[in-house]
């Protein structure tokens, strides 16, 4: 696909719930439960409030992974050796960040667990970790992990729950050309027995519904529905009201007006309406956010899978696993402890998935097909 405005806009909204996540997360690690701090200012309510978007930001992804990989099912379809070429291009960009994702999260799990005898390691600081993370650091949950079968046969290796939604992705990327190519060669497609997985754990296909709007929202895109049809009033009308309803949504998503079932589908229907509305106005990009873009279009994976073992790390080091009441230190600490996690994210990247390519480029080469552009 050509470079266009929308794009970039995906890019920055790809960033920013990556940030998100990280937010939720330190905050969890590092400062008490807000009802354990009902008596606090109205800063620190707000930073409360805008550090809880988690869940839903993790929504965002799998519409945004959606969109793109159904655009490189359906340009690359047609050339040979499809499936073998599509596997490398999706097992490259997952595993070359997991992988070591997992060896230095793991380390840094054994350092402070045994290292510094961390509370937050046993399930004891009050957190969101609430088991011995001592006891998912086993080679089975390793495997499992590299499998993609998190939280559904292994726990979460260590403490990186977040790794949760790479294991939803992951069948995701199978099961949609499973569907999609069985469909229209009417031959079963060779990911059909991937489905498998669906029938065996259930709770997969809320997300996988979200990830098809993402898929849907290319199939529009493509065929410019409303594009050519909708006066440029009628479409900076429709992204006002697109922009309005996913702000109404998230906050009612995070005050918990929606059971967790119905929050994937009203939050994943609402930014599929605002990503929808993003294709069809252009709006341009500002210049400024350009670098900021592209940070985070060749970080944010990284910044997800690597955060929460080295949030928790720190916290441990400096904090000895207890966490914070908030007042304007605790807000410096939570600030520097993001930052440090963000500046880790981004080194990280920079020995991985930037190399994502190159490694790509070396499979395709030595494997049993030629390697297509």
Not at 48 to 53: A, I, N, Q, S, V
Not at 59 to 69: D, K
Not at 128 to 139: C, D, E, G, M, N
Not at 161 to 171: D, H, M
């Amino acid at each position: 696909m050509r470079q266009r405005s929308a794009f970039l806009w995906f890019d920055l909204c790809r960033f920013v719930a990556a940030m998100f996540v990280v937010l939720e997360h330190a905050r969890d690690l590092i400062w008490v439960e807000a009802a354990q701090a009902p008596d606090v200012g109205i800063l620190y309510k707000m930073v409360y409030m805008l550090t809880g978007f988690g869940h839903e930001a993790v929504i965002i992804f799998f519409i945004l992974s959606g969109f793109w990989i159904t655009s490189t099912i359906d340009r690359r379809r047609h050339l040979p050796h499809f499936f073998s070429h599509y596997m490398v291009d999706r097992l490259t960009r997952l595993l070359i960040v997991l992988v070591p994702a997992l060896v230095i999260g793991g380390s840094l799990d054994m350092v402070g667990a045994y290292g510094m005898d961390g509370r937050l390691y046993h399930g004891a600081s009050g957190s969101s970790i609430s088991r011995a993370v001592v006891s998912t650091l086993t080679p089975s949950a390793f495997v499992g992990n590299l499998a993609f079968m998190q939280t559904l046969m292994v726990p979460a290796f260590g403490s990186n729950e977040p790794l949760w939604s790479l294991a939803y992705e992951f069948w995701y990327y199978l099961w949609y050309p499973a569907l999609f190519l069985s469909l229209t060669t009417r031959r079963l497609s060779p990911f059909i027995a991937s489905l498998i997985v669906g029938a065996l754990w259930p709770k997969l296909i809320p997300g996988f519904a979200v990830w098809m709007l993402g898929s849907l929202l290319y199939r529009l895109d493509v065929r410019r529905v409303g594009q050519d049809s909708l006066s440029a009033g009628v479409k900076w009308a429709i992204l006002g009201a697109s922009m309005t309803v996913a702000v109404g949504v998230l906050l009612a998503s995070r005050l918990r007006m929606f059971n967790d079932e119905s929050s994937i589908l009203i939050v994943g229907a609402s930014f599929f309406f605002l990503f929808w509305s993003i294709l069809l106005v252009e709006p341009r990009f500002p210049r400024s956010f350009k670098a900021m873009t592209k940070y985070g279009a060749a970080s944010s994976f990284s910044i997800y899978v690597t955060h929460f073992p080295f949030v928790a790390l720190v916290a441990t080091v400096f904090l000895h696993g207890q966490r914070l009441h908030p007042n304007l230190l605790a807000l410096g600490i939570l600030s520097g402890i993001i930052l440090a996690a963000w500046a880790y994210g981004w080194l990280f990247s920079q020995a991985t998935e930037a190399r994502t390519a190159t490694v790509r480029s070396w499979l395709n080469k030595r494997g049993p097909f030629e390697a297509h552009a």
